[in-house]
């Protein structure tokens, strides 16, 4: 495997649901990023997390629990999902969270919550 | 507020045309503005980026040109392709936070 992966690459889920989206990421970098990408809107930074430490929380609702056990992987924990939660996950890492630019996003996983 | 607006939303082009998407932001300390090619089932990844520094940044076909003064900045595609057909985002780098225009869905019709 290359770059950066995610699974599942789709879920449907009822409201009442637990489930976890899964990232990792064979760059060898240190932060990694949880974005939400819905239809017509910018891309929205959800969490950054920089050696395994979260470095930023937009104001997500806590129904979202991000977890980062090491620098090459990531969770997103979903609980009591709205249906306005339904988007695409991307999961993106780059070198370090401040010095360096590129970042490599995975394929996403596009997520419907019914 | 959205922090980096683009425009157009969708855009049609002859093969063989210019394809021209822009951007523009408020926010001076943005130190750096990468524009994203998205296929559909696939993540955003990195087309070409250029810093405030510098009025244009050209590899192969696509180039940036960038106005520092009027906050605008756009991405030039020559000689499009329909291989080029894709949805383009530009970005805005504020410290380690990265702020996406709502992206344009080019298609280049044969």
């Known amino acids: 495997e290359t770059g950066v992966t995610q699974t599942p690459r789709h879920l449907v889920m009822g409201m009442t649901n637990k489930k976890s989206l899964k990232c990792e990421q064979h760059?060898?970098?240190?932060?990694m990023y949880w974005y939400k990408q819905s239809a017509k809107k910018p891309l929205e930074l959800m969490f950054v997390?920089?050696?395994?430490?979260?470095?930023e929380n937009n104001s997500v609702p806590s129904r979202f629990s991000p977890e980062c056990p090491n620098s090459s992987h990531l969770f997103l924990h979903l609980h009591t999902l709205q249906p306005e939660d339904s988007a695409l996950y991307l999961c993106?890492?780059?070198?370090?969270?401040?010095?360096?630019?590129?970042?490599?996003f995975g394929p996403g996983t596009r997520l419907t919550v019914t | 507020q959205q922090q980096v607006k683009q425009s157009p939303q969708s855009l049609i082009v002859q093969k063989g045309g210019i394809s021209i998407i822009n951007c523009a932001y408020e926010?001076?300390?943005?130190?750096?503005f990468p524009w994203y090619q998205q296929f559909p089932g696939k993540g955003p990844a990195l087309l070409i980026a250029?810093?405030?520094?510098?009025s244009e940044k050209k590899e192969g076909r696509f180039t940036i040109s960038f106005n520092k003064s009027a906050k605008q900045f756009s991405l030039h595609i020559m000689d499009s392709q329909p291989g080029d057909s894709a949805t383009y985002f530009c970005?805005?780098?504020?410290?380690?936070?990265?702020?996406f225009g709502t992206g344009t869905s080019l298609t280049v019709i044969p």
């Open positions: 970005a805005a780098r504020d410290g380690n936070q990265f702020y």
């Open positions: 250029i810093r405030p520094d510098v």
């Open positions: 997390y920089s050696l395994e430490e979260r470095v």
């Open positions: 993106a890492s780059s070198q370090d969270s401040r010095g360096a630019y590129e970042q490599y």
């Open positions: 926010n001076t300390a943005f130190d750096y």
């Open positions: 760059l060898g970098h240190n932060a």
